[in-house]
């Protein structure tokens, strides 16, 4: 259904990186793992090594999924805007192009605690 405005509308987007002091929102999704509904989301500074959200809270959150602690990172497959990609966790998120508000997914083949019970 079309909508017409009455007057000009001006939306302005109140979760701008400008907004965030600093830090950016970043998605991280675990493919077929639903014992999580949503992407974790992070507030974190551009600068953090990706290696250092990977091994801190992304691996703390994902602790409940009895598949967690056989996760060898070196062995998931990531994609970054639906595509293969191959991060660097030495470098920082803003020199892996990861930008505000940015979703991450990754794979753990032979890892799908979930998947095969529904």
């Not at 909508?3 to 950016?24: C, I, P, T």
């Not at 999704?29 to 639903?34: P, Q, T």
Request: proline letters at 7%.
């Amino acid at each position: 259904m079309a909508v017409v405005a009455l007057k000009e509308y001006v939306g302005v987007s109140r979760d701008r990186v400008e907004n965030f002091h600093g830090k950016q929102l970043v998605y991280v999704a675990w493919d077929y793992h639903m014992l999580f509904a949503a992407p974790f989301m992070f507030c974190v500074e551009p600068q953090m090594k990706l290696g250092e959200l990977v091994r801190g809270p992304l691996s703390a959150l994902m602790q409940p999924d009895p598949d967690a602690a056989a996760v060898d990172w070196g062995k998931v497959e990531w994609l970054k805007l639906g595509q293969p990609w191959t991060p660097d966790f030495e470098r920082s998120l803003e020199e892996n192009g990861i930008g505000h508000k940015e979703q991450l997914r990754f794979r753990t083949p032979g890892l799908n605690t979930l998947r095969d019970a529904a």
